[in-house]
């Protein structure tokens, strides 16, 4: 009797405790081999054949289709420089440069990767359309309501993220052990 | 006492083996994968164009909008697959999906170093078939080896402003993916 209610904890225990975590780690993406620029991280590896387990699972999971580590390489932020999260009703700004890259987008995403409605149809900026400064260097405001400038509206949305893709670019391939970035700042500005 | 906790303890030690083989069992047994999502609208060995995503719908989490996509869905059972994509005005990429969403190879317009990205897909034994005097003397051949009998092969084409959309679509709207049965 003894025994038989010992491996019936022993097995429950076992199944709370895995089904539990595997759960957990899928759902916040935890992933091995990370590149942390200031706000933004990729997960260059997720192109590639040396996918880890867990990435390979969230992304199985998920639907999505990494971009392939010959195509480019892609960077998510979900809170600012400081670690405010991205909240639709605030307004954020993304200023400076990019690493070298011969094409950049960045694209604002609901937190399952859907695209948020708005008014103006914008959901993200290439790198040939942004408006930029004499120096080179530009800033996007991200934010509810109309701004000047390079605008992304949030759609007034609690949560959001944003994925900046940089394609045929070095970073990500090679240069895991060189200085990396630089990647724009992310700073909240205040919110309705 | 210390009966209990070695049951507690088995429990904890049995947990992370089911932790381990139910991450490592997802991506088999996972039913709303990307090759599971284009399967409705990709037939089998022909380039279709992958519906753009909006605020509404969105066939796979995370795409880019700012690209013109379209997916060739391959099986490689009855022979390989020629792929053919003339690039656009701007950026054009090729990704190789296995069928659990590994992308194994990719390669941009630049690399390729033509006006079309000109490839073969074969399984690796496929590969190993072919008499090696060929693969030698078709120096512009490149052959990719898939390491799964299906998957993916995405086609993008980027629009730098909005406006060029339209000519992303028509570019990529000329590629083709067929097969071929082995000689």
């Known amino acids: 009797m003894r025994l038989l209610f010992g491996s019936f904890v022993t097995f429950l225990l076992a199944a709370t405790i895995g089904l539990s975590t595997t759960w957990l780690t899928l759902t916040r993406g935890v992933a091995f081999g990370s590149l942390a620029i200031g706000a933004w991280t990729a997960w260059p590896k997720s192109g590639s054949q040396e996918i880890d387990p867990y990435a390979h699972a969230t992304i199985a999971r998920d639907g999505e289709l990494p971009v392939g580590i010959g195509d480019g390489v892609a960077f998510v932020a979900r809170t600012d420089d400081a670690g405010h999260e991205f909240d639709g009703r605030c307004s954020f700004t993304l200023s400076g440069m990019t690493p070298p890259a011969r094409y950049w987008t960045v694209t604002l995403y609901n937190l399952q990767g859907g695209l948020v409605a708005n008014a103006i149809d914008r959901h993200g900026f290439t790198s040939e359309e942004i408006v930029r400064s004499v120096d080179g260097r530009f800033t996007i405001t991200v934010a509810p309501l109309a701004r000047p400038g390079n605008w992304l509206p949030t759609g007034g949305i609690e949560h959001f993220l944003l994925v900046w893709r940089l394609y045929d670019t070095p970073i990500g391939v090679a240069a895991t052990t060189m200085k990396e970035g630089p990647m724009p700042t992310v700073e909240r500005r205040g919110c309705t | ?183």
């Open chain 2, 1 to 183: 006492m210390i009966r209990w906790l070695l049951w507690i303890a088995g429990g904890v030690l049995l947990g992370g083996v089911v932790h381990l083989a139910t991450v490592l069992a997802m991506p088999r047994a996972a039913t709303q994968d990307a090759y599971s999502r284009l399967v409705p609208i990709a037939p089998v060995n022909a380039m279709v164009p992958l519906p753009a995503p909006t605020a509404q719908a969105s066939i796979l989490p995370f795409m880019d909008p700012a690209f013109a996509g379209a997916v060739c869905r391959y099986d490689l059972s009855n022979g390989m697959i020629k792929l053919n994509a003339p690039v656009s005005e701007a950026y054009t990429s090729v990704t190789f999906y296995t069928r659990e969403s590994v992308a194994y190879y990719a390669i941009n317009d630049r690399a390729a170093g033509r006006r079309a990205i000109e490839l073969d897909l074969m399984t690796t034994q496929q590969h190993a078939q072919i008499p090696e005097e060929e693969d030698v003397t078709a120096a512009d051949r490149l052959i990719i080896d898939s390491p799964t009998r299906t998957g993916l092969i995405i086609l993008r084409a980027l629009a730098p402003e909005p406006d060029l959309m339209s000519m992303a679509r028509r570019a990529l709207a000329a590629a083709q993916c067929h097969i071929e049965p082995l000689q």
